[in-house]
C-alpha cells in the first residue's frame, strides 16, 4: 500500500508541474483514452528487465487487445477509450470508455492529469487522460478481446523506445516493447510520454513521432 501511494503522489506531482499541449480538433475526431493505474495484480509477470535504480514504485497499467475481427486497428493494443459523445468533457469520456471496455468505473475525483494531445494518421485527436484506478480492482473485457494489468516497470525497460525509420526521415516510428512483443503508436507515444513525465519526470514531447502504416487505416 505505501508502495501505491508513492506511486499515485509522484504521477500526480509530475501532471502538476507538466506543461500540457493541447491541438486543434478542426477536422480530425476527437477521441480520450485512459492511462489508468492499477495495482499489478495477477498481471502480466515481465521477467529479466532492466530498470533505473531510482526507481521504487509498483503498480501497473491496463491495456486492452482488440477483437480481431474490427475493420480498424484489429488485434492490436490499446488504452481504454474513444469518441467524445457531444456534451462530454475529455475527462468524462476516459472515464466512460474505461468504464465499458473493462469494466473499472470511477468518479472524476481519480483523474491526476492530462498528457499531450497526439494526432494521429487515421484522423484522430486522442486527448490521454491519467485515472487513479485504484486496487484490488476485478477487470474484465466487455467490448475489448482481452484485459491486462502491465506492470509500470515494463515501460522503464532500458530497451525503449524502439524508434524504426518512417516515410519522413524527421518522423521516426516509435514502438515500445512489452514482453516478448512490442506496442506500436500512438498508444506507444502515449505510453512513452506517461513513462517520460509521470515516472521519470522529464517533459519529453512525442508528437513528431509516427505511426506504422498498418495504424495509417
Partial sequence: MQRDTQLKKTV????????????????????????????EGHGAAVR???????????????????????????????????????????????LREMAEEVGVDVSQDRVLGRLDDFITRSGFVITPIVVWAGVALDVAPQEVASVHRIPVTEFLRTDAPILDPGVEPERPVLRMPIGDDSIAAPTA?????????????????????????????
Fill in 48 to 94: 529479466g528487465i532492466d530498470v533505473p535504480e531510482t526507481w521504487s514504485g509498483s503498480g501497473a497499467l491496463l491495456l486492452t487487445r482488440r477483437s480481431s475481427q474490427l475493420s480498424k486497428h484489429p488485434g492490436q493494443w490499446a488504452l481504454p477509450g474513444g469518441r467524445l459523445d457531444e456534451g462530454e468533457t475529455v475527462e468524462e469520456t476516459a
Fill in 189 to 217: 507515444a502515449i505510453l512513452y510520454q506517461f513513462r517520460e513525465v509521470c515516472l521519470l519526470g522529464r517533459s519529453t514531447r512525442v508528437a513528431h513521432y509516427d505511426q506504422p502504416k498498418f495504424a495509417w487505416r
Fill in 12 to 39: 500526480a506531482d509530475a501532471l502538476a508541474a507538466f506543461e500540457v499541449r493541447s491541438v486543434s480538433v478542426e477536422d480530425h475526431h476527437h477521441a480520450a483514452v485512459a492511462v489508468a493505474i492499477v495495482d
